[in-house]
């Protein structure tokens, strides 16, 4: 298991932008597929971004294709994703999560690790 810490949640405006991190503990962060997902109140949990052991492919979800980046530096350990142009409609809790493996998968049942969340929250 990997553990794992978001950071760079915050408040703002519609059209605005903010660069979400997650940090990875452990020595085989290159095993791991890494993913973002988001959660807004009352909604079920939704597959937002992945990006393989290698950092070759990424996958985004229609919602934040163009509007979003995920990028990981395996000499740091870390996974972050830039999300530009928001709307208020990514107003949710985004947590980081870690697959082991390389294959992507979009369902959160395939990640078997998740940090605590980081709240991104978007006035219209």
């Known amino acids: 298991q990997v553990q794992l810490v978001e950071s760079g949640g915050g408040l703002v405006q519609a059209g605005g932008s903010l660069r979400l991190s997650c940090a990875a503990s452990g020595r085989t962060f290159t095993s791991y597929v890494m993913g973002w997902f988001r959660q807004a109140p009352g909604k079920e949990r939704e597959f937002v971004a992945a990006?393989?052991?290698?950092?070759?492919?990424?996958i985004y979800a229609d919602s934040v294709k163009g509007r979003a980046t995920i990028s990981r530096d395996n000499a740091k350990n870390t996974v972050t994703l830039q999300m530009n142009s928001l709307k208020f409609e990514d107003t949710a809790v985004y947590y980081c999560?870690?697959?082991?493996?390389?294959?992507?998968?979009?369902?959160?049942?395939?990640?078997?690790?998740w940090g605590q969340g980081t709240q991104v929250t978007v006035s219209s």
């Open positions: 990006i393989t052991s290698s950092g070759g492919s990424r």
């Open positions: 999560a870690a697959r082991q493996g390389y294959h992507i998968v979009i369902q959160p049942g395939g990640f078997g690790s």
